[in-house]
């Protein structure tokens, strides 16, 4: 099913609003968007109560803007706790299909990513995250999939087709050459070309099947790529105007402890947004 229930985490900066912006351009027109702000905890009284009013009147200050036959399906909620595990907390109670972040931060270093509350969203949400880097000026349409075989890309690669109907989508799965002995090469080459043909069925169904289940004719380009898998991805992102991938998986672009470190980076340093998915 495509998502169809918005919920968009914004602290009230620029950076939020460009995730806003883009939750609206995406948002389906029988969809709901509920747009949350978490005022932290071990504010003194005063301050806590004064930032709960001024975020309240901000925020309905800015969804005033939208236009009326929209609004009815538009709700903000400004909430005290600890910034991820309350908008985790708040997808699961509203029942949330999609949970749209802004970037982290400006600087674009994994190091300096890793631990941010953008991060553990991504690492602990259920629900697929769409991390809104650009202000967007038209809906996607350069989808660049990284593709591991993971259920985890399966299912963000479902929900980028239920939100981009008209986009051009290049999947792609890039794999380390491997370090092997000589007398080990044809075997080796051959186990490598009967997994890629795996693969590429894999992904072939999955495309077809995402297809049909946003119900579009979106053109799908697949790609299997014999190099650093970072250097692939990273070099194409130019080309896309959104990046999409599983996590929290056993493939190549994840871990099961972490959002996994090549991951990371692409998170990271992608100019483009990124959206990914858990299985």
């Not at 602990?124 to 660049?144: G, N, T, W």
């Not at 070309?193 to 072939?204: F, G, P, T, V, Y």
Request: charged share 20%; net charge neutral.
């Amino acid at each position: 099913m495509p998502p169809n229930h918005f919920l968009v985490a914004t602290d009230l900066t620029d950076r939020a609003e460009r995730a806003l912006a883009r939750a609206l351009d995406l948002l389906p027109a029988a969809g709901r968007l509920t747009v949350l702000h978490v005022v932290p905890t071990g504010l003194p009284p005063e301050l806590a109560s004064e930032h709960q009013r001024s975020a309240t009147a901000f925020l309905a200050s800015r969804l005033g803007l939208v236009p009326q036959q929209r609004a009815a399906a538009i709700q903000s909620i400004v909430v005290t706790g600890g910034a991820f595990n309350t908008i985790i907390a708040e997808a699961i109670a509203r029942a949330a299909d999609l949970v749209v972040i802004g970037n982290p931060t400006t600087d674009h270093y994994a190091d300096l990513f890793t631990g941010s509350t953008a991060e553990r969203v991504i690492r602990f949400s259920d629900r697929p995250v769409l991390m809104v880097k650009q202000a967007p000026r038209e809906h996607y349409q350069r989808i660049l999939v990284a593709f591991d075989g993971s259920d985890g890309a399966v299912r963000a690669l479902h929900v980028a087709f239920a939100l981009a109907h008209d986009a051009e989508f290049r999947i792609v799965h890039a794999w380390w050459p491997p370090h092997i002995s000589l007398g080990e090469i044809e075997a080796a080459r051959q186990e490598i070309q009967d997994e890629n043909k795996r693969l590429k069925e894999l992904i072939a169904s999955a495309a077809r099947q995402a297809v049909t289940a946003s119900g579009t004719s979106a053109k799908v380009t697949i790609d299997l790529v014999e190099n650093n898998p970072y250097l692939v991805i990273a070099n194409q992102c130019s080309w896309a105007d959104l990046l999409v991938m599983g996590t929290h998986s056993k493939g190549r672009l994840a871990s099961t402890v972490s959002v996994g470190k090549l991951a990371g980076h692409l998170l990271a340093e992608s100019p483009c947004d990124v959206l990914t998915s858990r299985p």
